[in-house]
């Protein structure tokens, strides 16, 4: 190991590999660490960065402790030793999100930040896609897609950055035109002590913000002291407010569309909708441009994705909700739906508690559980059948279903026990669907 390093980066990966990038653009030559002995985008970095230093295996504390800057990738937790340590010395530690904004710190604010336990990505995709049919130049990273150190070079009029609550600990200088929080709900409990570390973490991209639009069905979402604010719900809008009426969206007392004109299913995509809506506006968007969009965005793959419709039954992956509330939201949002629901479960809970999903599962007709956390989330309703692989489960819930039903992997965990992502399951539901033939029951 070379001597003298100012800036290390701790883990490689797609984040990592954005952040060398960067520095080197600035003259900087940074010591990369990974604990992982042959981490993702090793081979990338040594293609681009002949020169550039990559460390296997474990952070070398004597290289650490000379840095002047450490920027670390967000899976790595601040309660790290090694990280803790140079942070006690002090050390600065920030992420690739800090070293963003530092980098956008001259221009006018440009960029939109969305955070939230479900939606996100969703809410990501919506607000950049209604930006450029209203003619801006806008482009979207961060949490999903590219990093966002990635998008420097694009001239743009608008960053649209999903944030996840792990890049939000090391950012604190994100000056948005607009942001907000979509909801909370218990996630990443693996990491954070309780729910309210984890808010906090979230919350932490209210104060870098010059407007706020927050959640005003979960007040979770509120801002710790007021500020610059207003609220999207799916409640009856007061005075400026985003809502819903009559089955109707408005802002304000001015309708904008009916619910039934938006594309996406269910009330928690609504509400997603309704949300980007808000976000835009604080960007002088027009309300057509906004309705248009509305109408013709399909949603994004594993989110409450209709995947196909067989024999009269509605077959809906949402293999990305990887959390309680996910699956709480995808189940509330089918209220309306006058047939039963055939619910797929199971996965790595990363230690969440499964008791908020009991209520909502009165809504269900039969839980079909697989995976690591299967037998907990079996016991959770009366009758419910644990079965060890997603054939299995498709092929209990095709058995049992009839026209007019639904059947939905919406699996309130993360993947990780069984596939390789949520991808790779929401894939694997898919073919299995797809080998379901006409008549099958």
């Known amino acids: 190991m070379q001597n003298g390093h100012t800036h290390i980066v ?9 952040v060398v990038r960067y520095l080197v653009s600035q003259g900087i030559k940074p010591l990369v660490m990974d604990t992982r002995r042959t ?29 002047t800057q450490i920027i670390v990738s967000p899976g790595i937790a601040l309660d790290t030793p090694e990280v803790r340590a140079v942070l006690d010395m002090g050390i600065e530690v920030i992420g690739d999100i800090e070293l963003f904004a530092r ?50 070079h694009a001239d743009v009029d608008y960053y649209v950055l999903e944030l996840s609550s792990f890049q939000l600990e090391t950012t604190s200088s994100l000056n948005c035109i607009a942001a907000t929080c979509l909801n909370i709900s218990e996630d990443h409990m693996d990491r954070y002590s309780d729910i309210n570390a984890y808010r906090e973490a979230k919350l932490r991209l209210y104060q870098q913000t010059r407007f706020l639009m927050f959640n005003g069905d979960d007040a979770l979402t509120e801002p710790f002291e007021p500020m610059n604010q207003n609220t999207f719900s799916l409640s009856v809008p007061e005075h400026d407010e985003w809502g819903v009426a009559d089955g109707k969206v408005f802002h304000g007392s001015s309708q904008i569309m009916a619910l039934d004109d938006i594309s996406l299913i269910g009330s928690h995509n609504h509400a997603n909708v309704i949300a980007a809506m808000a976000l835009v506006d604080a960007c002088d968007i027009d309300k057509q441009v906004m309705i248009d969009i509305a109408k013709d965005f399909k949603g994004l793959s594993h989110r409450c994705e209709l995947v196909a419709e067989k024999n009269g039954v509605l077959y809906i992956n949402d293999s990305k909700a990887t959390n309680v509330g996910a699956t709480v939201a995808a189940i509330e949002g089918f209220n309306d739906h006058l047939g039963d629901i055939y619910l797929i479960v199971g996965g790595d809970g990363k230690d969440a508690d499964f008791a908020p999903l009991i209520p909502a599962l009165n809504k269900v007709s039969q839980v079909i559980a697989l995976g690591k956390d299967g037998d907990k989330l079996a016991a959770l309703k009366e009758g419910a059948i644990k079965v060890n692989t997603m054939s299995e489960a498709v092929n209990v819930a095709t058995a049992e279903a009839m026209s007019g039903d639904i059947v939905m992997l919406s699996p309130a965990c993360a993947s990780l026990d069984m596939y390789a992502n949520f991808m790779a399951r929401g894939d694997d539901f898919i073919q299995c669907v797809e080998q379901i033939t006409d008549g099958q029951s």
Not at 10 to 18: C, D, E, F, R
Not at 47 to 63: A, T, V
Not at 128 to 136: C, P
């Open 10 to 18: 701790l883990g490689l990966g797609a984040t990592g590999l954005s």
């Open 103 to 152: 980098a956008v710190a001259h221009r006018k604010p440009c960029v939109i930040g969305i955070t939230g336990s479900n939606g996100k990505s969703t809410v990501t995709t919506l607000v950049r896609d209604m930006l450029v049919h209203g003619g801006k130049k806008a482009v979207m990273g961060g949490n999903i897609g590219v990093p966002a150190l990635d998008l420097l």
């Open 39 to 67: 981490p993702p985008g090793a081979s990338e970095l040594a293609n681009e960065f002949h020169d550039i230093e990559l460390i296997c295996g474990g952070f070398d504390c004597r290289g650490l402790v000379q840095a």
